[in-house]
């Protein structure tokens, strides 16, 4: 029998998660570092992924993978961890007041991926799982970040981010792409980190679709005028969650197939290396995956794997008008209603 408790702010009765709702969230994630680790393998054909266990002191653990110098990826990483303990990290009660004084459990898959090829797009994923006391929620992820980006590409993904995301409910894909834009923004720039994919949180079948800290951007405005949707179960939400993690492989692998032999030189990797730059500039001051792991005394290798292996920066740099490094300023860093363009470059 499912247990329940009344919620203050909206009178609805909220479902607690089932008893086995660890067990069963830890064996999809594993199960998705898995699959994705070897479908990455086949994808570069050099390349092997090093695992690395750790322990956690506080409680808990995971598993670190790490590909360096491969056909393809200059270095990737695809972890999974699950940690336990008494003590909320500040991030989470700030969001989540009412989690106070429970003990926590999260758990989830990362992944980011650095290919050599300037004309591959950089790719991050996560998914996750939080409970504390009667508090649960899912929330995560992925976004594409092209150096040198193709319109065609960069339909595809959001085309196969959307037919999972259609799959559970038809508002999911147009919030969770906007709510992306938002979230992969590097304020101090003034540019989106590259062409988005979806991103939400606090996913606990109630309320409003959005969660996030802007109420007057594009996301929140989407979600007030489609209001409250009816309540969906944990089994809905966690169903949605396995989708999004199985779209991952079906939404990259045919933009690296069809790249992966495209010539490039100097020019192209220097620029990649400068733009690699936002990510490291994104992932230290924004990414709330960082601070969580920060925060709650994660394994620092694990929690910094995202980092690119190379990198530079330069003062004041300008592209070239009429360049493609221009059109990627122009165009690409924009948030745009990808799906409703033409395909043609």
């Known amino acids: 029998m499912v247990k329940s408790f009344p919620d203050k702010k909206n009178s609805p009765t909220r479902s607690l998660p089932p008893a086995d709702s660890r067990e069963r969230v ?8 898995d699959h994705i680790c070897q479908g990455l393998e086949a994808l570069d054909g050099e390349g092997t992924f090093q695992e690395d266990s750790w322990v956690r002191d506080e409680g808990g653990g995971g598993r670190s993978r790490v590909m360096k110098g491969g056909g393809v990826f200059e270095q990737g990483g695809v972890n999974f961890s699950e940690i336990w303990g008494k003590d909320l990290p500040p991030s989470i009660l700030v969001q989540r007041p009412e ?20 004309y591959i797009p950089t790719v991050h994923l996560n998914y996750r ?6 508090v649960w929620w899912f929330g995560g992820g992925i976004d594409l970040t092209p150096y040198y980006p193709f319109l065609e590409d960069v339909v595809h993904f959001h085309q196969t981010l959307k037919a999972a995301c259609d799959r559970h409910h038809p508002e999911y894909y147009p919030n969770f792409k906007q709510w992306c834009d938002e979230y992969f923004y590097l304020k101090h720039r003034k540019e989106t980190r590259g062409v988005g994919g979806i991103f939400f949180d606090y996913q606990d ?33 966690f169903a949605f969650i396995q989708d999004c993690g199985n779209a991952f492989l079906p939404a990259y692998v045919p933009i690296a197939e069809r790249r992966r032999h495209t010539e490039w030189g100097d020019r ?38 995202s980092l690119p292996p190379m990198v530079r920066w330069e003062y004041n740099y300008q592209p070239e008008a009429g360049s493609r490094e221009a059109q990627l300023y122009e165009t690409f860093l924009k948030p745009q209603d990808w799906l409703n363009w033409k395909t043609e470059d």
């Open 99 to 118: 989690a106070a004084g429970h003990g926590f459990y999260a758990t989830g898959t990362s992944m980011v991926l650095h290919p050599r090829n300037p």
């Open 129 to 134: 799982y939080f409970e504390a006391g009667p």
């Open 26 to 33: 830890s064996e999809f994630l594993r199960t998705l570092q």
């Open 268 to 305: 192209e990797r220097q620029f990649q290396l400068y733009r690699r730059g936002r990510y490291v500039e994104f992932n230290l001051v924004y990414d709330r995956g960082t601070i969580f792991g920060l925060q709650t005394n994660g394994r620092i290798e694990s929690i910094l794997m």
């Open 205 to 237: 079948g109630f309320g409003k679709l959005y969660r996030g800290p802007d109420p007057d951007g594009p996301a929140a405005t989407h979600s007030n005028t489609v209001g409250e949707l009816e309540a969906r179960s944990w089994e809905e939400i």
